[in-house]
């Protein structure tokens, strides 16, 4: 079965200001979304990074070092999710109910590429 | 990995957990700290609470979570304490309390205990009962002990605070500062004050939560008839006070009103959203477990000698809420239970309610003669339920043209959209012409 990596995008500030009920509201909302994938047996991994913008590194040799990539915009990878779907279609359908959405976020949907087999 | 069966065990201890321990946290933060720090204890928690939100979907539930938003919170306080610069008494404490635990991160808990351990929890429900009694100093107006207790014990934001009460986010959040200014300025903090002193702070709590839930119970305009989060966090205080160390039969007898009215919220509306009377509900959609709790406090509130409103108040309500029927309600006990409040706590808005019971007793003609007494009340001109309990005894009596004439009086008034609906429907019914008609 093909894997597809769930790149969820957004401004983190997006929970900033809700009160503990929102905050609540908002987590079991994930968890219920978290716990369908596991309950399909269809979860590979996740993973939350850091909000920071972290560093990017370009060129040989003496390589320049800069902030980013995204300083310039509140946009950040928050996270992934890798999971286990028939094809795109199957992958989106996965996503489409992911509470990311609801609070704004966007997930980019990428397929991860297999190992050719010899 | 963990199991499906576990992940929802875990789901299930997650649930309200925000809720429930984020006032508990500023409480215990709020001590740690010193009650100037308040503003940074409600920071520190809010933090927690996102970092949580943020990695618990992708990393899975701690085995402790309760334990991990105390830590976390700890942390960013111990963080802010250094970074800010804040030294007092209390955080120069805290921070060699940190030094003992390798400097940082309080992991172990020592010193300052984590969730679950008993003794901690005792501590807890103290810190938080300082809170309230902090929060509802008499020194503050009622709104603002109202607000106040709802933002840092309760966990509402300024923003659900105003929908609640039907006002501008920006009124309360001024109230907010106002009044948390007011307590800096008047040194009000968490030690409990004894004697007469204590006493007063008791009222002037059981005001404010009684207020709370009334908010709650029946709100006085807008789409929704009740709201539940204010009732059943008006009752948790309530139970927090009475169950404490300082309760009084008094707190008890505040308690069991609100569990018994509580109790007949799920009653109140039907599947479409609309209204029904106390006389038309359905008691088997009663919540029993309230009920019981209502009952149970309604022992432990006759240990005094003293006989508040709120005793009365719950005597009454224990009536309704012990009627198998509407037809079974003891309306005599009741009477005798409305003169007495007359008595200890007279209102306009309790003569009221005492007419509709006198028309149950002496018949429909007195009941109207006690209600047209309070025509001139000047706090009852713009209350909805008077011309409403007037138009429903003439409809009793027969006389539609007036009851009519009334109903569209009430409508005139402030109210709830469902409260609405139902006086057009009672309106329509008077008037002979389908409810379809509106």
């Known amino acids: 079965m093909p894997s597809y990596m769930l790149l969820l995008h957004g401004d983190p500030s997006a929970y900033k200001n809700m009160s503990p009920q929102e905050g609540q509201k908002a987590l079991q909302k994930f968890l219920a979304w978290r716990e369908k994938l596991r309950a399909q047996k269809v979860l590979v991994g996740s993973a939350k990074l850091k909000d920071e913008p972290g560093k990017v590194i370009r060129g040989a040799g003496q390589p320049r070092v800069t902030d980013g990539p995204y300083s310039e915009t509140k946009e950040v990878v928050g996270g992934y999710f890798t999971i286990e779907a028939r094809d795109y279609d199957a992958a989106l359908a996965q996503s489409r109910d992911c509470p990311h959405l609801e609070y704004g976020g966007t997930i980019e949907v990428r397929e991860v590429e297999p190992v050719p087999s010899a | ?438």
Not at chain 2, 273 to 297: A, K, P, T, V, Y
Request: aromatic share 6%.
């Open chain 2, 1 to 438: 990995m963990q199991t499906s069966a576990q992940t929802q065990k875990t789901g299930e201890l997650v649930d309200h957990l925000f809720r429930n321990r984020a006032g508990q946290m500023v409480a215990h933060l709020t001590r740690l700290l010193g009650p100037e720090h308040l503003d940074l204890a409600e920071e520190v928690v809010q933090e927690a609470l996102l970092k949580a939100l943020q990695s618990w979907p992708y990393n899975d539930i701690p085995e402790n979570p309760t334990g991990w938003l105390f830590q976390v919170a700890r942390n960013a306080a111990l963080d802010a304490v250094r970074h800010r610069n804040l030294v007092n008494r209390k955080t120069s404490e805290l921070m060699a309390l940190a030094e003992m635990d390798g400097g940082s991160i309080f992991t172990s808990g020592r010193g300052l205990g984590l969730p679950g351990d008993p003794d901690f929890e005792e501590q807890l429900r103290d810190d938080e009962l300082r809170m309230v009694l902090m929060c509802c100093h008499p020194g503050l107006s009622r709104d603002a002990r109202v607000a106040l207790s709802l933002k840092t014990v309760g966990g509402f934001s300024a923003r659900e605070i105003a929908k609640a009460f039907l006002c501008e986010e920006a009124a309360i959040a001024q109230r907010l500062v106002r009044a948390k200014r007011q307590m800096h300025e008047e040194a009000i903090g968490l030690e409990l004050p004894s004697g007469k002193d204590l006493a007063q702070r008791l009222d002037s709590a059981l005001e404010a939560i009684y207020l709370m839930f009334n908010e709650g119970y029946a709100a006085q305009s807008g789409p929704e008839l009740f709201r539940k989060d204010l009732c059943d966090e008006a009752l948790r205080l309530a139970k927090l006070l009475a169950d404490s160390s300082v309760g009084t039969p008094q707190a008890h007898a505040l308690v069991a009103l609100l569990a018994f009215q509580a109790a007949r919220l799920p009653a109140r509306l039907d599947s479409h959203g609309e209204m029904i009377l106390l006389e038309d509900q359905d008691r088997g959609l009663w919540d029993q477990e309230l009920l019981s709790s209502g009952f149970r406090h309604f022992g432990l509130s006759a240990e005094g000698t003293e006989i508040s409103s709120y005793h009365l108040q719950a005597a009454i309500a224990a009536i309704h809420a012990g009627a198998a029927t509407e037809a079974d309600t003891d309306w005599e006990k009741m009477l005798d239970l409305y003169d007495q409040l007359m008595e200890v706590g007279p209102s306009p808005v309790v003569a009221l309610n005492r007419a509709v019971v006198v028309s149950k007793v002496k018949g429909t003609a007195d009941g109207l003669t006690e209600l047209r007494s309070l025509a001139e009340e000047k706090s009852l001109r713009n209350y909805y339920l008077l011309p409403a309990a007037e138009a429903s005894l003439l409809l009793q009596m027969g006389d539609r043209g007036e009851a009519a004439k009334l109903f569209r009086e009430a409508l005139k008034r402030p109210c709830s959209e469902p409260e609405k609906r139902l006086l057009v429907r009672r309106w329509a019914e008077c008037e002979a012409i389908g409810p379809c008609f509106y």
